[in-house]
């Protein structure tokens, strides 16, 4: 590994060890961001981002690092158990680590898919994933600091989006004015590490929770909303077998 590479990671945050440095070595020189043009945006419960220049063009990524040390693989493990993807996965903290931040990539690959409007996932490897970022120049903010100016029209389209990934077969499970994001008024939903599909135990509680947590944010804006009525009208679009 180029000497200088790993230099500008040591300065640029002293938190990662050689495995995850290396792989982003791997990650850069596989034409998935510039070298050397990674900033830090956010440090979370289990993982640092950072923004960085994609090496297509003048687009930006956004890399969410899972911290192998710090990171809570016993509740890794426990939400995984209950994903039907994951029966066979053994409690090996790195095990688990990889496959919390690879069902990521997968899940965001199925909003990919039902048409949900999300980050677009790039690469993964071991515990790093890279996916477009949510904002031209800079990252959009989540809803909870740039609230949207049409409460009630934000707050349908989240709904739809909702409604599409529950046909699609899935529900978010972690959604709240955190992981939403408001590009130019527009809902973007983001952190697609506990979304479970519809089969998986308690799938329904979990979507049930999403509706209450969005709806309590909007509320307070003034919505009107009956959040059994809103549950309802979403598993009211049917859901396929995944
Ligand atoms: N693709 C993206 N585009 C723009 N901003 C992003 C993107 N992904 C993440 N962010 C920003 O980084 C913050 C943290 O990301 P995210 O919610 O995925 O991680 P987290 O909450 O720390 O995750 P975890 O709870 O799994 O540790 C977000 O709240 C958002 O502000
Ligand atoms: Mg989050």
Not at 52 to 59: E, I, N, P, Q, R
Not at 141 to 162: L, N, T
Request: aromatic share 12%; hydrophobic share 40%; with cysteine.
């Amino acid at each position: 590994m180029a000497k200088k590479f790993r230099e500008r990671f040591k300065t640029l945050n002293d938190v990662f060890d050689q495995f995850t440095i290396r792989n982003l070595f791997v990650l850069s020189s596989k034409d998935h961001f510039v070298d050397g043009t990674m900033s830090p945006l956010s440090i979370g419960k289990e993982a640092n981002i950072f923004t960085a220049a994609a090496k297509d063009g003048d687009s930006r990524i956004v890399i969410k690092i899972y911290r192998l040390e710090t990171c809570d693989f016993n509740k890794m493990y426990s939400y995984l158990a209950l994903d039907p993807r994951y029966t066979n996965l053994k409690k090996k903290k790195r095990e688990v680590i990889f496959a919390w931040c690879q069902r990521e990539f997968r899940n965001l690959m199925a909003c990919r898919e039902a048409g949900v409007r999300a980050p677009l996932p790039l690469a993964f490897l071991k515990n790093i994933l890279v996916m477009t970022q949510v904002g031209e120049d800079s990252p959009a903010q989540k809803m909870k600091d740039d609230v949207p100016k049409q409460p009630q029209k934000f707050f349908a389209e989240i709904i739809g989006e909702m409604k599409k990934l529950y046909r699609y077969g899935y529900t978010h499970s972690d959604l709240s004015k955190f992981n939403i994001l408001n590009l130019d008024q527009r809902p973007v939903l983001i952190d697609f590490s506990q979304m479970l599909p519809m089969n998986a135990p308690h799938a329904y509680e979990y979507l049930k929770r999403d509706v209450e947590n969005v709806a309590d944010f909007f509320r307070r804006l003034g919505v009107k909303i009956d959040n059994e009525k809103v549950y309802k009208e979403i598993v009211a679009v049917g859901t396929k077998k995944v």
